[in-house]
């Protein structure tokens, strides 16, 4: 079943007008082809995920519930990750950096395609729900629920971290721009389905959670850490409150760059709905850097 799922994820990313950029952009794709890693909902991982993401954070059964799902046992579910990863125009194209008197910005082809991904991301989530539904069987997206959130309280953290749960599927490691690096690399996005079908679950075959860094392998490399304008990365790690203050500046100026273009976004924060924001990312970090596009430990 797993081949089929990604047969027909394959077919939706190639098929959708939503995984195009504008006209003004070249009208290409924003994400090249899926990859997908399955969990089962008992596997103790979560629990771990309570205390290394925070409290806040669901586990696959409280999610089901929270979602309206038939109450099931944790055993009978499995969480199913999708890897979304840019295109090589894009990466190619991320060279073309804006150097404005105050702040660095990505290239417009990036932040318009990180703006425009986000409704593709939604359209996949809800194919792949109907999908389940069609062959007989139950699903939900744990980010299209109202619990989900962003947590302030201390750190920054959502209650479904896309990234903790594609770990938890085997897809890649953390690293130190905190990305989760793949075999296709870390300038991708992240999303999952839960659901009842028989998935067959795929193998964590990491040995180490940061195995896929060189800096954390090999104590070289950090190039990270040259290429964040905010100085948000250091050995120490990722200074989230740095990276989220940057990511703003760079938002409010992308916003007057590209007011007509770019799509609004709604986010709930500590719980509650929030105005409409109009995300485009920054990831300098993940541009012209040896995990950019693969697994730079990886000798295969
Ligand atoms: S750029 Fe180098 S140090 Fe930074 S996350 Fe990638 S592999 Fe690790
Ligand atoms: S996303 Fe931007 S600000 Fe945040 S760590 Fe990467 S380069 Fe730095």
């Given at each position: ?5 990604l ?19 070249g009208?290409g794709r924003?994400f ?6 399955v969990?089962?909902g008992?596997?103790p991982?979560?629990?771990?995920f ?7 954070h669901?586990?696959p059964?409280e ?9 099931l046992?944790?055993e009978q579910?499995?969480?199913v990750s999708i ?23 990505p290239?417009?082809i ?8 986000n ?17 007989g ?5 744990g980010?299209?629920?109202e619990?989900?959130?962003i947590?302030t309280k ?13 770990f ?8 130190l721009h ?6 296709v ?10 659901t ?7 193998p ?9 860094c ?6 070289t490399?950090k ?7 905010a100085n948000a ?6 200074d989230?409150?740095?990276c989220?203050n ?10 007057i ?9 709604i986010?709930?924060?500590n ?24 697994n730079?430990?990886s000798?295969?």
């Amino acid at each position: 079943m797993n081949e089929q799922l990604l047969h027909f994820l394959e077919n939706a990313f190639a098929d959708s007008e939503l995984n195009r950029l504008p006209e003004k952009f070249g009208g290409g794709r924003i994400f090249t082809s899926p990859l997908i890693g399955v969990v089962a909902g008992d596997d103790p991982i979560f629990l771990k995920f309570k205390e290394v993401v925070g409290p806040e954070h669901f586990t696959p059964p409280e999610m089901w519930k929270e979602c309206g799902q038939e109450e099931l046992l944790a055993e009978q579910l499995r969480i199913v990750s999708i890897v979304f990863p840019y295109v090589k125009k894009i990466r190619d194209e991320s060279k073309n950096i804006i150097q404005l008197p105050r702040v660095t910005l990505p290239a417009d082809i990036y932040s318009v395609g990180r703006n425009y991904a986000n409704e593709f991301m939604v359209y996949i989530l809800k194919q792949c729900i109907s999908y389940f539904q069609e062959i007989g069987f139950m699903a939900a997206a744990g980010v299209l629920n109202e619990v989900y959130t962003i947590v302030t309280k201390g750190t920054f953290y959502s209650t479904w971290s896309e990234r903790h749960i594609a770990f938890a599927t085997g897809l890649g490691t953390f690293s130190l721009h905190e990305g989760l690096i793949t075999e296709v690399g870390c300038n991708i996005r992240l999303a999952s389905v839960i659901t009842n079908a028989s998935l067959e679950i795929t193998p964590r075959k990491y040995k180490e959670p940061y195995s896929n860094c060189l800096y954390f392998t090999e104590g070289t490399c950090k190039t990270c850490i040259e290429k964040c304008p905010a100085n948000a990365i250091t050995e120490n790690g990722h200074d989230k409150t740095k990276c989220y203050n940057y990511g703003q500046k760079i938002a409010r100026k992308m916003k007057i760059r590209h007011e007509s273009l770019l799509k609004p976004t709604i986010r709930r924060v500590n719980g509650k709905l929030r105005p409409p924001v109009y995300p485009v990312g920054c990831a300098f970090c993940q541009f012209g850097v040896p995990c950019m596009d693969k697994n730079p430990t990886s000798n295969e």
